[in-house]
């Protein structure tokens, strides 16, 4: 198995354009993570999917965020617009119910 | 509100010395406590799981010890290498249904050859 598959690694933008980050689960994981590190803030839980559907989406920061997950083995979380201060490193992690994460290598986004 | 702590501070050691990691947490009753290995420019790396009514664990040169009275974890690497320099996470969870894990900020080791 490949892993948790994301891209971009790297996405460099401006101000007011739309981002989209993809990722492919590992195959037979229900969950599906969004989470967002930067230095200040750590590790924060954005938005999690069981079995291709949302289940809380509490941790997205605003409007400008959103996340879908058309089938299990695609989601996608596109900012729009994007503001530097969304910069930060956004990982992707699937995981089978009561069982560890499996990370993916993570997209940096710098909004400049 | 729910809080996680880890020693900021990073934590020096020589090799083949026993490095010891806290978690600490409050507000929150955790059905279960993962440990994460974060290496620069990459993603965690699960390690450990250990459950609310177990004490201990143990995996190869690690081990991992609960107590939800002290509401803390200890996380020990024995016999320590310099390839155990990384950045460790602990991260909590819930349990039932969400599978949602809530992470500490992490504790960075370093291990001197």
């Known amino acids: 198995d490949a892993g948790v598959i994301q891209s971009p690694r790297h996405e460099v933008t401006e101000m007011g354009q739309e981002v989209t980050l993809r990722c492919k689960p590992i195959?037979?994981?229900?969950?599906l993570f969004w989470y967002r590190q930067t230095m200040m803030r750590g590790l924060e839980l954005l938005i999690y999917?069981?079995?291709?559907?949302?289940?809380?989406d509490s941790g997205m920061p605003e409007d400008r965020f959103s996340a879908k997950m058309p089938n299990a083995s695609f989601s996608t979380l596109k900012i729009q617009p994007s503001e530097p201060r969304d910069s930060a490193v956004y990982f992707c992690?699937?995981?089978?119910?009561?069982?560890?994460?499996?990370f993916g290598s993570g997209t940096r986004l710098t909004v400049v | 509100s729910q809080k996680i702590e880890q020693n900021s501070e990073a934590l020096n050691i020589q090799e083949g010395k026993t490095a010891t990691l806290t978690c600490n947490y409050t507000?929150?009753?955790?059905?279960?406590l993962q440990w994460y290995r974060q290496d620069p420019g990459r993603g965690p790396v699960f390690l450990l799981l250990?459950?609310?009514?177990?004490k201990e664990k143990r995996k190869e040169r690690l081990k991992v010890t609960f107590d939800t009275t002290l509401k803390q974890s200890l996380f020990h690497i024995t016999a320590s290498q310099p390839a155990d320099s990384a950045t460790y996470l602990c991260?909590?969870?819930?349990?039932?249904?969400?599978?949602?894990?809530?992470f500490g900020t992490g504790t960075l080791l370093a291990v001197q050859p």
């Open positions: 992690a699937s995981s089978p119910r009561g069982y560890g994460y499996t």
């Open positions: 195959s037979g994981h229900d969950y």
């Open positions: 999917f069981n079995n291709n559907v949302p289940i809380d």
């Open positions: 507000n929150y009753s955790p059905a279960y």
């Open positions: 250990i459950r609310e009514n177990e």
């Open positions: 991260a909590l969870g819930d349990g039932g249904a969400t599978n949602k894990l809530i």
